[in-house]
């Protein structure tokens, strides 16, 4: 993997996404399974009046206080805005309360506000465009928009909430308002419908309902049955499959209109309060929404309608609707958004708690056993569910059977075992210690009658029991170290007969085990991937499938090794409750996380949780079945399911997938990026190559279960691997170099299908301008041109050094012959003179040899003192060539020294200042040292005219460093870096011999500061 896709992996898997996350809230009204989307999940407000799903498979809902956009994760949220003038901003909705949405056949979302005036969407911009009524002018007659209805042209009727009827023309954009007679006056307009022929029904406000014929310009009036002759509201109106219009009533009536006709008929009787929505869903059910008394449910396949569901209590009803996948959505005044799918209709639930057993018996009721709450019958007739009498304290029931005999076993969380004959009497079976024969285990997890009639129970700890129905005692079957034919384990968790009459045993402590009764032997399959094992099923084919508790689903082949169906495959979760076969030989698979359908033909999965209908979507352990009639239940935490799986049909259709937002990260900046496309082109996103990367959020339109939608995201350009995103609806994608790129994002819905078509945007990554094509032609022309003249001008430098290091070679040289000059000098004055004395004396001395004692001692003392004078001038000429101090003393002593020497002789106060934490220097480096302070300081004789010098030794930094200040005249800037400044051309040669600089700072009448630093090492020692 590239390093920049690899980048790119660890940043998508950190990255958190940005966006608000909406987690839609279920609720249960009467029967029916809701969705809620409030204020809390983000809605911009609980008053929602209108609501629209577009081509594109967005959500609009128009509220109290703005327009929203729902894509299944978040709320886009629009309003007016205003400027510090107190002007709206260009660009916003100009009114907040939105009553009417509308796309026409152009796919232009148009927007009814409530004062605000008539707005449209522009996509590409992600801006509105805002027509208003005019004062004194034609177009728009009033601000004021109830509702609105494309026709087929691609025009729009606007009902006005003072002013009628008017409409816009799809050719020239002119709205003109469409005036009736005098006898037909009416001035507010509650709904509108269009009609096969092009003509338009109009809801009114005590004027009723009214149909406009464009071709001539003519409105009638349609008669309402129950309303003859009387002042009518028509609030709502819907056009069913067979084109009937069902028109809604202020009175509370709802009334059905024959295509073509101009009489309606009363469909059905008044109700408690104003109809003010009507929606078909997708099997053709009429949704009627009340003014405050919830909503119902119609049949209306025949003349009359009938009322199949209600619910009084569901709140006050503004607008309904169906989305292209069947969900319906209700928009509440104060309330919100419910969303039901009637897919859900498909599972009856029973508000049962920790469910945890499930049984059949021979009547086709249900047994369930409860974690806490005891053991209830559900009805096969009634389909109710009652508590099924038990003795005190059998609450915690976690198996139960009904054997041949009508008998019921129920075992239990530490109770033990119980039978209750058919006359209602209870007999108990607990472990008795003491007894051999009696119940391993009073924790009981598995019961099975087999077809010989004996009882197996599953325990928790004791392993696995046989109750004889002849003698009443329990034969034990345990684990046994010493014979590798016994169970491995201890706690049984299910028992199944296979059809060759043996059993299936699966443990949670050793796995999978096949017994024998005829032979008491057990075969095991150490192959299995985790030894818990929870269910085991074999299906119509006799293949045996086993649920494990992390594993997943396993299907054992005939080389008795385990293919694995997981979460990663698909599966909903890889801890396994229960697996069940339908009649079509689908696999049903309980799992911790929700329910998974597996289809073996297909190898296709798909998943159903509380979103779908289920009253759990956690699936409990041991709660499975599948009765006689071929239903399926399932029980969990939250209660108890029933389904004809045949009744449940998948939805394989793919969903669609959009980009909602595009933020791109430059030098200046974030910069929101309009993610829409434009004419049908794929949106473009341009880079600066100083870019610090781009973040996108991406939405699959299917609102079925939004939280099981997941999404992946592939770079064309950077690499070649789809990178998963899980549950994140969105990535922030690092740096990207120059070049150009294609971002694919696709997603799947809540069941694992895959979008069709991928959400794309390409990223050009601009070039820095010296990388741009003309800007390198044009640079290597420059660099060509400059080429010759860096040659030229390096030629001339290099002369000039050259120069410069022949005139200091000669100043060298001059140095040296001045220094051999003085020490041949001060050899030949001083130390000539002395021996030349010396020679006389010791001449005297031997042509008198007779002379008196005190004259030869007055001679031989003449003799000792030009010996010394000779002495010392040989130190003088020693110390000129080498200080001797080095050799005697430690550097920095020769330093303080030094500086004694140079104040006697200079008559300036010189201080030395050295640091504690100063190194050992020695050999070369302390010579090049001392020269380097012995030309400083004749620097500072020479030119500073300076009455106080400091000297400054300290270590820092892995540097020693050497400073001389003064407080003399200062030097000149220039002056430092001259030519034939040789003296510091010498320290910085003496300094970069180590890797060290020299630094010369200082200025007219600031005194001069000369610096010397050089790199020094210690070891752990504190030593060079």
Request: charged share 20%.
């Amino acid at each position: 993997m590239r390093p920049v896709l690899r980048n790119l992996f660890l940043t998508v898997l950190v990255a958190a996404v940005f966006g608000l996350c909406i987690s839609a809230s279920a609720s249960e009204t009467g029967s029916l399974r809701f969705m809620r989307l409030t204020m809390d999940q983000g809605l911009s407000n609980n008053s929602v009046y209108c609501l629209l799903q577009d081509r594109k498979g967005f959500l609009w809902f128009g509220t109290f206080a703005g327009l929203n956009r729902y894509d299944g994760t978040q709320c886009l949220i629009y309003k007016p805005g205003r400027s510090a003038l107190g002007d709206n901003i260009p660009g916003n909705l100009h009114g907040s309360v939105i009553f009417a949405l509308e796309e026409d056949t152009n796919g232009r979302l148009w927007i009814g506000t409530d004062g605000g005036g008539l707005s449209v969407y522009n996509r590409a911009t992600d801006t509105f465009e805002t027509i208003r009524n005019p004062p004194g002018e034609e177009g728009l007659p009033s601000d004021r928009i109830f509702s609105l209805k494309a026709d087929g042209n691609g025009g729009l009727w606007i009902g006005l909430g003072d002013a009628g009827l008017a409409y816009r023309n799809p050719s020239s954009g002119i709205i003109t308002r469409v005036v009736p007679p005098g006898s037909l006056k009416f001035t507010s307009v509650r709904c509108l419908q269009t009609q096969p022929d092009g003509a338009v029904l109009v809801g009114t406000e005590d004027a009723g309902l009214l149909r406009y014929e464009p071709s001539t310009k003519r409105f009638s009036a349609v008669r309402l049955e129950s309303h003859a002759g009387d002042k009518v509201t028509v609030r709502a109106m819907a056009t069913g499959p067979d084109h009937r219009v069902w028109i809604g009533t202020a009175s509370g009536d709802l009334e059905v209109l024959a295509p073509g006709g101009s009489v309606a008929s009363v469909a059905l009787p008044v109700g408690s309060s104003a109809v003010r929505a009507l929606a078909f869903d997708m099997a053709g059910r009429l949704w009627v929404g009340y003014e405050s008394s919830g909503f119902a449910v119609l049949d209306v396949s025949s003349k009359t309608a009938r009322v199949v569901y209600q619910d009084p209590s569901a709140g006050n009803i503004r607008a309904i609707g169906s989305d292209r996948n069947g969900l319906v959505w209700l928009a509440l005044k104060d309330g919100g958004i419910l969303a039901h799918d009637p897919r859900s209709e498909r599972f009856t639930r029973f508000p049962l708690k920790s469910v945890r057993g499930l049984a059949e018996t021979r009547s086709g009721d249900v047994l369930a056993g409860t974690d806490g709450s005891g053991l209830f019958r559900i009805h096969a007739g009634s389909g109710t569910a009652a508590p099924e009498p038990l003795p005190t304290g059998y609450g915690r029931v976690y198996a139960v059977i009904e054997d041949r005999g009508g008998n019921l076993w129920i075992g239990t969380d530490g109770e033990g075992l119980l039978r209750k004959d058919p006359q209602g009497r209870f007999m108990s079976y607990r472990r008795k210690p003491e007894d051999p024969g009696s119940l391993s285990s009073d924790v009981i997890w598995a019961l099975l009658e087999d077809r010989s009639g004996n009882i197996w129970i599953g325990t928790e700890g004791g392993g696995l029991d046989r109750w004889d129905p002849a003698t009443s005692a329990f034969t034990h079957y345990r684990y046994r170290e010493d014979d590798p034919n016994s169970l491995l384990g201890s706690s049984v968790r299910t028992i199944r007969q296979a059809a060759d009459g043996k059993l299936w045993i699966g443990t949670w402590d050793g796995g999978l085990s096949r017994f024998d009764p005829a032979s008491s032997r057990f075969e095991h399959f150490p192959d299995l991937a985790d030894s818990s094992v929870n269910a085991v099923l074999e299906d119509s084919q006799g293949r045996v499938w086993v649920g494990t508790g992390s594993a997943g689903l396993a299907l054992l082949g005939a080389d008795r090794h385990f293919a694995y169906i997981n979460k990663k495959s698909g599966l909903a979760g890889d801890t396994v409750t229960g697996v069940m076969e339908d009649s079509n030989g689908s696999i049903w698979v309980a799992t911790a996380e929700r329910l998974s359908r597996y289809e073996p033909r297909t190898e296709t999965i798909f998943h159903f949780g509380e979103e779908d209908g289920l009253a759990s979507s956690e699936c409990s352990q041991n709660a499975y079945l599948k009765t006689r009639d071929g239903c399926l239940w399932v029980g969990g935490p939250q209660g108890l399911t029933r389904f004809q799986a045949s009744a449940v049909p998948l939805d394989t259709h793919p969903p669609e997938i959009v980009i909602t937002h595009l933020e791109a990260y430059g030098p200046d900046g974030p910069q929101v990026v309009p993610p829409m496309e434009r004419g049908g082109q794929v949106p473009i996103v341009d880079l600066d190559w100083r870019n610090t990367g781009l973040r996108f959020d991406a939405a699959v339109l299917d609102f079925t279960a939004p939280k099981r939608n997941r999404y992946a995201m592939f770079i064309e350009g950077l690499g070649q691997e789809w990178i998963p995103l899980g549950e994140q609806h969105g990535a922030v994608i690092p740096p990207l170099p120059p070049g150009a790129f294609i971002i694919h994002v696709k997603g799947t819905d809540g069941n694992g299908v895959w979008t069709a078509a991928d959400a794309v945007f390409r990223v050009n990554v601009n070039p820095p301008l010296w990388r741009h094509p003309v800007a390198l032609a044009a640079t290597l022309m420059l660099l060509a041109g400059a080429a010759g003249g860096t040659m030229l001008l390096r030629t001339r430098a290099l002369a000039r050094k050259a120069e410069i290091l022949r005139s200091y070679s000669r100043h060298i040289q001059e140095a040296r012959e001045q220094e051999r000059i003085a020490a041949a000098r001060e050899v030949h004055d001083e130390i000539g003179q002395h021996l030349a004395a010396l020679n006389l004396q010791a001449y005297w001395l031997q042509t008198h040899p007779d002379a008196s004692e005190g004259s030869r001692s007055e001679r031989m003392g003449e003799m000792l003192g030009s010996i010394s004078d000779a002495m010392n001038a040989v130190k003088s000429v020693a110390t000129n060539l080498r200080p001797i101090a080095l050799d005697a003393l430690k550097f920095e002593e020769a330093v303080s020294w030094y500086a004694r020497t140079f104040e006697h002789r200079s008559g300036m106060a010189t201080t030395v200042e050295i640091s504690e934490a100063f190194p050992s220097v020695q050999g070369t480096l302390a010579t090049s040292l001392f020269r380097i302070l012995q030309e400083m300081l004749t620097n500072v004789w020479r030119h500073s005219c300076a009455s106080n010098v400091i000297i400054r030794l300290k270590y820092e930094y892995g540097s020693i460093t050497l400073e001389v200040r003064d407080n003399g005249k200062g030097i000149d800037p220039g002056r430092a870096g001259a030519d034939d400044a040789f003296g510091i051309i010498g320290m910085k040669e003496r300094c970069a011999a180590f890797g060290g600089r020299l630094y010369v700072s200082g200025g007219p009448g600031e005194g001069t500061v000369f610096t010397a630093r050089i790199p020094f090492s210690l070891d752990a020692e504190g030593k060079t």
